[in-house]
């Protein structure tokens, strides 16, 4: 049972950003400091795209590489990491809430591979440290450069 009343839960969520955030902000700062130019949240062409936007709407989008990023929050996309917790209160509930977000990563990530373009994933926890986040970013964008 949760401990706190409907409209204060509703209110608490309603303050939780999906664009923006601190680490998105983090990882952003980087690739434009190691020369990376990019798009925010998903925005192509409609040549690509017909809506002009790339499923799952990716924090980051680099048309010259083909490439987007995914800056994932460790709880709300089971990293498995120690932020990454289920909840103790109302377990059912956050456990099939999260495991929708997961299963909704992996169809949009097929989604973006089939348009030819490839996907990395930027977790949360990563962000915190930022002499390592530029080896992680620059191994990652190795492995997906053309």
Do not use: Q
């Not at 062409?45 to 924090?59: E, V």
């Not at 490839?118 to 990652?140: F, G, H, M, P, Q």
Request: hydrophobic share 35%.
């Amino acid at each position: 049972m949760d401990n706190i009343s409907k409209e204060k839960r509703s209110w608490n969520m309603s303050r939780i950003k999906g664009k923006d955030t601190k680490p998105e902000i983090v990882v952003r700062s980087l690739l434009h400091k190691m020369g990376y130019r990019f798009r925010l949240h998903g925005k192509i062409s409609k040549k690509i795209c017909s809506k002009g936007i790339l499923p799952g709407k990716p924090d980051i989008v680099m048309v010259k590489y083909r490439t987007v990023v995914f800056i994932h929050g460790c709880f709300w996309h089971m990293h498995g990491c120690k932020r990454s917790s289920m909840p103790k209160t109302n377990r059912e509930y956050w456990k099939n809430k999260l495991e929708k977000n997961v299963e909704r990563d992996l169809e949009n990530r097929k989604k973006i591979e089939k348009l030819g373009y490839r996907v990395v994933v930027i977790w949360e926890c990563e962000t915190k440290n930022s002499e390592k986040l530029a080896d992680i970013i620059t191994e990652r964008m190795k492995f997906h450069a053309l």
